[in-house]
């Protein structure tokens, strides 16, 4: 009996060990982020002084006359984050049910892990890869085609050369296919067997099965993993800044260089000329910080709602 009941004092205080220091690492985590927010604050309270809110939509930055305005940067990243989910959105889904619903087990196992791999390649060999492949393809091929059928639209026109905020967009899509993908997968995978049994004995095609019993039942979820793509996306960093072109001119085309948030401060931290200068990268980044933190937590609130109904 007493042996008994010291192996249950011995468990609970295992038990209460564990539970501490899975407490203390959730705290940690949080007062990582509380004082990051306060460092990028502080940092960049000499531009928040100086520029207040009209910081957000202001359109010049001269470090020399010490001017700084975010709204290209908030622009461009914005613009490459959309058009990203634009494309990567429904070859995500494309790949998430063909591998999940369509293709052989085995097949489908090995495709998922290559499209799992892309998330494991450095962002600077997607950065290569877009300057010395993707932005000569966009400049000669994708850009007459684009200007021959859409020209008409404020979006693909003026000049191209190859980088840009469509290079920047083409390669973001690539990146956030896997986080998008698997999300979905694991969505579909939550979708009881009977249920899709059941509609294909009541005589629905495979195709009306897959609408009817995955994709419909499914949707706030997809719509949770394509926010946790846009939160990739928001902050990708040095890919963008290898074909984005660097500009800092507001630019309604696509096919014109542009410059994001991350991408600023990548290239001009180093060089800041002068504490202004330093305060308003510090002054971007808090903004986005915020961004992304918003973004993320509207995702993990779409999972939230989702979840209870699968």
Known sequence: MSINLFRRHVEFRQDQ?????????????????????????????????????????????????????????????????FVALL??????????????????????HIIGIFVEMIAAVPSIVFGLWGIFSLAPWIQNSATPFLKSTLGFLPLFQGPSYGIGVLAASLILAIMIIPTISSFCREVFRTIPLQTKEAALALGATRF?????????PSFSGMIGGVVLGLGRAL??????????????????????????????????????????????????????????????????FIIWKWSPKI
């Open 17 to 81: 060990i564990v539970l501490l220091g899975m407490r203390v690492l959730a705290i940690a985590i949080i007062m990582l982020i509380v004082s990051l927010a306060i460092l990028l604050f502080k940092l960049s309270l000499p531009a928040i002084s100086k520029f207040g809110i009209g910081f957000i939509w202001g359109q010049v930055w001269n470090p020399i006359s010490e001017e700084f305005g975010a709204l290209p940067f908030i622009l461009g990243t914005l613009t490459t984050s």
């Open 87 to 108: 494309i990567a959105t429904p070859l995500s889904i494309s790949v998430a049910l063909f591998i999940s619903e369509i293709c052989p087990k085995k097949i489908g």
């Open 208 to 216: 009306e099965m897959i609408k009817i019993t995955i994709l419909r």
């Open 235 to 300: 902050g990708e960093t040095m890919a963008v800044a290898m074909v984005i072109g660097n500009s800092h001119r507001l630019a309604i085309s696509i096919l014109a260089p542009g410059s994001t948030m991350a991408s600023v401060i990548a290239n001009e931290y180093a060089e800041a000329s002068n504490a202004m200068h330093m305060a308003s990268l510090g002054y971007i980044a808090l903004l986005l910080l915020v961004v992304t933190l918003m973004v993320n937590g509207l995702a993990r």
